[in-house]
């Protein structure tokens, strides 16, 4: 890259794209700074969003995040709608053209919605779980279609709120995300504490007369005053689909982050290559790693190493909360450390084919870099 760095546009307002931002100050870039984030709302926690944002007795800000330092300027409710990479210039839905030296793709991903027209509730923004704490707070009978972290996650919102909650699942909740011996520990604790689950090989969100209902693989319909999807993602790509950058609808970036000259890339939005292969990884730690080493890639290019981050996932569901370093999901049963598993409260660890650790605290308390040793090699 020739031009020379003193515009530098960052699309994205979230924990990538702030991220970003304090990285190019702290690596003294002291140009212009322009971010666009599509939601109105300053940077916030995202993780609090499905944890203690959805405890009726919490004040409303848990998910709040320290005044961003930056000095950037910030168009916030203003979504970019296309990319001309070779001009350098991102388009905005008003219309209007910014123009940069560097631009940095932090456009995260959005809620998958049913196509429906009855009310269903997703949960992905502030304003999506300051309704959805609104919708629980009369205690309704809930289903909840998704048996991953975040269905997961609501779902206990809801149980914790007073509501009578059914979950319904294609699998096992949480076995995808964390593989069998885990998932029964959080299952296990769900239904203690009053989670209905609902095993099927199918499900959709249906409108009975302006209702939503789930349907099941079988026929059987599954209703309630408050029906809630956490069914996955999108990532928000559409804005780039004439630019160039995509392959095979996809963004795609380098160990870096860098994804064409003078363009990075971090956070949902964006598959990351690595030892691995290509893969999104749609987790709070890896956005602020990934914008960390893009950030510093759009400044110093090849002199920044490709990104080497071990992996951390983190729960809090059913008084149940579950860290882990190292690869997910998990097989077999585990090496157990300290405690007891079948008393929710132990310190785990798998040890995988090649080798590699992955070390987990469920109801343990551990500091993160502890647990991150527990991975390593005797």
Same mark, same amino acid.
């Given at each position: 890259?020739?031009?020379?760095?003193?515009?530098?546009?960052?699309?994205?307002?979230?924990?990538?794209?702030? #991220?970003?931002?304090?990285?190019?100050?702290?690596?003294? &870039?002291?140009?212009?700074? #322009?971010?666009?984030?599509?939601?109105?709302?300053?940077?916030?926690?995202?993780?609090?969003?499905?944890?203690?944002?959805?405890?009726?007795?919490?004040?409303?800000?848990? *998910?709040?995040?320290?005044?961003?330092?930056?000095?950037?300027?910030?168009?916030?409710?203003?979504?970019?709608?296309?990319?001309?990479?070779?001009?350098?210039?991102?388009?905005?839905?008003? $219309?209007?053209?910014?123009?940069?030296?560097?631009?940095?793709?932090?456009?995260?991903?959005?809620?998958?919605?049913?196509? =429906?027209?009855?009310?269903?509730?997703?949960?992905?923004?502030?304003?999506?779980?300051? +309704?959805?704490?609104?919708?629980?707070?009369?205690?309704?009978?809930?289903?909840?279609?998704?048996? $991953?972290?975040?269905?997961?996650?609501?779902?206990?919102?809801?149980?914790?709120?007073?509501?009578? =909650?059914?979950?319904?699942? #294609?699998?096992?909740?949480?076995?995808?995300?964390?593989?069998?011996?885990?998932?029964?520990?959080?299952?296990?604790?769900?239904?203690?504490?009053?989670?209905?689950?609902?095993?099927?090989?199918?499900?959709?969100?249906?409108?009975?007369?302006?209702?939503?209902? =789930?349907?099941?693989?079988?026929?059987?319909?599954?209703?309630?005053? =408050?029906? +809630?999807?956490?069914?996955?993602?999108?990532?928000?790509?559409?804005?780039?689909?004439?630019?160039?950058?995509?392959?095979?609808?996809?963004?795609?970036?380098?160990?870096? $982050?860098?994804?064409?000259?003078?363009?990075?890339?971090?956070?949902?939005?964006? *598959?990351?290559?690595?030892?691995?292969?290509?893969?999104?990884?749609?987790?709070?730690?890896?956005?602020?790693?990934?914008?960390? #080493?893009?950030?510093?890639?759009?400044?110093?290019?090849? %002199?920044?190493?490709?990104?080497? &981050?071990?992996?951390? &996932?983190?729960?809090?569901?059913?008084?149940?909360?579950?860290?882990?370093?190292?690869?997910?999901?998990?097989?077999?049963?585990?090496?157990?450390?300290? $405690? %007891?598993?079948?008393?929710?409260?132990?310190?785990?660890?798998?040890?995988?084919? %090649?080798?590699?650790?992955?070390?987990?605290?469920?109801?343990?308390?551990?500091?993160?870099?502890?647990?991150?040793?527990?991975?390593?090699?005797?």
């Amino acid at each position: 890259m020739t031009t020379a760095l003193r515009r530098i546009v960052v699309v994205g307002n979230g924990i990538a794209g702030l #991220t970003a931002c304090d990285t190019l100050r702290a690596e003294g &870039f002291d140009g212009e700074i #322009t971010v666009v984030g599509a939601e109105r709302h300053a940077p916030y926690s995202r993780p609090a969003l499905s944890k203690a944002l959805l405890k009726l007795g919490d004040e409303l800000g848990a *998910h709040e995040l320290p005044p961003a330092t930056h000095e950037a300027m910030e168009l916030l409710g203003v979504s970019a709608t296309g990319l001309d990479v070779g001009a350098r210039r991102v388009t905005l839905d008003s $219309g209007d053209e910014l123009p940069y030296d560097g631009l940095v793709i932090a456009s995260g991903a959005r809620a998958r919605r049913p196509d =429906v027209e009855a009310p269903v509730l997703t949960l992905r923004e502030l304003d999506d779980a300051i +309704a959805l704490r609104a919708a629980l707070s009369g205690c309704p009978e809930v289903v909840v279609l998704g048996g $991953g972290v975040l269905g997961m996650e609501i779902a206990s919102g809801a149980v914790a709120a007073g509501c009578r =909650v059914t979950l319904v699942a #294609t699998a096992a909740p949480m076995s995808r995300q964390l593989g069998g011996f885990l998932a029964g520990m959080v299952e296990r604790a769900a239904i203690a504490r009053g989670l209905r689950i609902v095993t099927t090989p199918s499900a959709s969100i249906v409108d009975r007369g302006g209702r939503a209902a =789930v349907a099941l693989a079988d026929g059987t319909l599954v209703e309630a005053d =408050v029906v +809630a999807s956490a069914t996955g993602d999108h990532a928000n790509v559409e804005w780039l689909s004439a630019s160039g950058v995509l392959s095979d609808g996809a963004l795609v970036a380098d160990g870096r $982050g860098r994804v064409g000259d003078g363009v990075v890339a971090a956070g949902d939005v964006a *598959h990351w290559r690595g030892a691995s292969g290509v893969r999104r990884i749609p987790l709070w730690t890896s956005a602020i790693e990934q914008a960390k #080493t893009a950030a510093r890639a759009l400044l110093r290019e090849d %002199d920044v190493p490709d990104l080497d &981050f071990q992996s951390y &996932f983190w729960t809090e569901q059913f008084d149940l909360a579950v860290k882990a370093v190292g690869d997910l999901p998990l097989v077999g049963a585990p090496e157990v450390i300290e $405690g %007891d598993p079948s008393a929710e409260s132990a310190l785990l660890r798998w040890t995988h084919a %090649d080798g590699s650790r992955t070390a987990v605290a469920a109801n343990w308390r551990i500091p993160i870099p502890k647990l991150r040793r527990l991975t390593l090699a005797a």
